[in-house]
């Protein structure tokens, strides 16, 4: 937009501000030109020294300001204008952070907006983490925030519909003295009552003491008493039950979170307690963060030279080559430890990996395809509670991978104790909190051999 910069600089008043640039990626061609080729005069550091704003038509210098940019990914940006740029990646947050955040922040907020006292309502922490898991996997909180704003909703209805007001009672204590009694005693007027009393109908009348007053006449040397113990009685028995229904609470559990946020969204992901043979969980990096997946292969048909592999569960480009890749490693390493077995050369396998509906790509997957494959030719189940990711080659080397904090809080989330990560991915995992590595134990291989022993091998011979 021609003189946004200048406008930036008149309303911050000086030469070196922070501009923010959100949401960089989604950038788009309109009639009046390209915004990619105005941002590269704009944020190159050689360039910007004499930046010509089309609006004034006059050079100014911009190279004093710091520029940050904000993005949800990189490859929609043009790769000059990314080239030009220093990439911060910020991971999203995890359970232990959404955790905190709901508590000290959104709860609050949240029941501020909805008029609720915090005595009036308990969310648990088992609701909380309920909610997390089974509906919020996103990496930041807007979606956590709406769900807790639609709970308190549907709490302050629930509160309005049993008659609870969290409006504050007022009452009126009105004296005035000064009435003559005409038995020569002292005479004073006491008015102590609510103005949102139930019981009066009409405000007008609450206000207006002239009915509503109570005469008491006493003698003239005892005027302490401003009224009787038994004109108390009503209006004290009207505060008692108003407090009785102030403080009745709701309680917010996991087993009634469905009433309020509906059936969850996300379910379990583990499905095997002991996975059989064939199958092996590997591990993912989704949109909603970490994931863990099963790779599950079968022997289709038997015969001479019917070796062949079929793979469905839409997989990308990438992860059909993995499995590929993963067959031929598969058969090099059988002919190695059993020589007469003949499984591959004779069998016809079919690899899949569910959710059949979820389109998956990415070569991470090929240490777990080999070992699924190795499982079913032996005839022996992977180890319980073991999960694996790494991408592999031709001679059996473990390459690095990526979203190792995002894998590792998958695998706490399905209660795996075993994972296994290429070694050249030790300094990322070293770098992770302690409350997301505890509890993991983590080997960090370069070969395949290392997962062969690991998987295979029962605890007596790994220890």
Known sequence: MPGKMVQCLKSVGTANPLVLIDEIDKLGRGHSGDPASALLELLDPEQNINFLDHYLDVPIDLSKVLFVCTANVIDTIPNPLLDRMEIISIAGYITDEKMHIARDYLEKNTREACGIKPEQVEVTDAALLALIENYCREAGVRNL????????????????????????????????????????????????????????????????????????????????????????????????????????????????????????????????????????????????????????????????????????????????????????????????????????????????????????????????MITSM???????????????TGEVTLTGRILPIGGVKEKAIAARRSSIKTIIFPAANKRDFDELADNVKEGLEVHFVDTYSEIYKLAFQNETETS
Not at 317 to 339: C, F, G, N, Y
Not at 380 to 385: F, I, L, Q, S
Request: a negative charge.
């Open 145 to 368: 925030q709406k769900q807790i704003e639609k709970i308190y909703r549907k709490i302050a209805l629930q509160l309005v519909r049993q008659g609870v007001s969290n409006e504050p009672a007022l009452e009126a204590v009105i004296v005035t003295p000064s009435v003559e009694p005409t038995d020569g005693g002292s005479a004073t007027i006491v008015k102590d009552e609510k103005l949102n009393d139930p019981a009066v109908k009409d405000p007008e009348e609450a206000k207006e003491p002239s009915l509503k007053e109570t005469l008491v006449t006493e003698p003239a040397l005892s005027t302490d008493t401003l009224s009787t113990p038994e004109g108390n009685k009503d209006t004290d028995g009207v505060k008692e039950e108003a407090a009785d229904k102030a403080v009745k609470k709701v309680l917010i559990d996991s087993s009634n979170l469905d009433d309020f946020v509906g059936k969850p969204v996300f379910h379990a992901e583990r499905i095997y307690e002991q996975t059989p043979v064939g199958v092996v969980m590997g591990l993912a990096w989704t949109s909603m963060g970490g994931s863990t997946l099963y790779i599950e292969t079968t022997k289709v048909e038997e015969g001479e030279g019917k070796g062949a592999l079929v793979m469905t569960g839409q997989l990308g480009d990438v992860m059909k080559e993995s499995a590929q890749i993963a067959h031929t490693v598969s058969r090099a390493i059988l002919r190695d430890k059993e020589p007469d077995n003949k499984f591959f050369a004779d069998s016809k396998l079919h690899l899949h990996v569910p959710a059949g509906a979820t389109p998956k790509d990415g070569p991470s997957a090929g240490c777990t």
């Open 374 to 388: 190795l499982s079913l030719a032996m005839g022996k189940p992977a180890r319980k509670d073991l999960a694996m």
